[in-house]
Every structure is written in C-alpha cells, then in structure tokens.
C-alpha cells in the first residue's frame, strides 16, 4: 500500500511541474507599463511595489505588479529614480540622474 502511494505522488508530482509558456508569458509582460519618479523605493519582496509620481502630470502614482521580473532589480531603484517599462517593449528601464539602467526581458523555458 505505502508503495502505491508513493507512485501515485511521484506520478502527482512529475503532472504538476508544466513548463514555462514564453509566449503567453512574454506577451503578458509586454502589456505591462510603468512610468514613475520614485518617492518611496520598493521593499524586496515577492510583490513589487513603488510610490511615486508621474512625471508629466505630477499626479501621485502607485506602481505594482505581482510578476517577479521587476523585482529582481529592486535593489538598484533609489528614491528620485524613474522607473520606465512601457507597454509593447520588453524592456525595464532605471533612469537615474547620470545613466539609464536598461534590464531586457529573457523567458526561460524548462
């Protein structure tokens, strides 16, 4: 009995772990935008997060998006950074006062 069940997780096991579609994936993150003067830098966390305002109309923004791919370069945003991604292009931009910091997209499939 203790046998067939452990065949029966493994089988589990192997059905649960799909891969990586790039295509839907990439097409998700390209629809994604963001233009933002940083005020509040983001935590590192799973969810990434940043306040700020928007730089042509001043208007106070909150920027968030629950895909890890920003918030693998949360350490490099500072407070006065802009933080560019804008929709269609696969690119995530850290405009900082002397140089942009330019993050292109890379899917991995398994």
Same mark, same amino acid.
């Given at each position: 009995?203790?046998?067939?069940?452990?065949?029966?997780?493994?089988?589990?096991?192997?059905?649960?772990?799909?891969?990586?579609?790039?295509?839907?994936?990439?097409?998700?993150? /390209?629809?994604?935008?963001? #233009?933002?003067?940083? *005020?509040?830098?983001?935590?590192?966390?799973?969810?990434? @997060?940043?306040? !700020?305002?928007?730089?042509?109309?001043?208007?106070?923004?909150?920027?968030?998006? /629950?895909?890890?791919?920003? #918030?693998?370069?949360? *350490?490099?945003?500072?407070?006065?950074?802009?933080?560019? @991604?804008?929709? !269609?292009?696969?690119?995530?931009?850290?405009?900082?006062?002397?140089?942009?910091?330019?993050?292109?997209?890379?899917?991995?499939?398994?």
């Amino acid at each position: 009995m203790k046998i067939s069940l452990t065949y029966i997780f493994i089988f589990f096991l192997f059905c649960s772990c799909k891969k990586v579609d790039c295509s839907k994936y990439t097409e998700m993150i /390209s629809q994604e935008e963001c #233009n933002v003067v940083v *005020d509040i830098a983001p935590t590192n966390s799973v969810w990434f @997060k940043i306040k !700020g305002y928007d730089p042509v109309t001043h208007d106070l923004k909150v920027s968030e998006t /629950s895909n890890r791919w920003w #918030n693998l370069y949360a *350490d490099e945003i500072e407070i006065g950074d802009t933080v560019v @991604k804008k929709r !269609g292009e696969l690119t995530f931009n850290i405009h900082k006062k002397d140089t942009v910091i330019i993050h292109k997209w890379k899917c991995y499939e398994n």
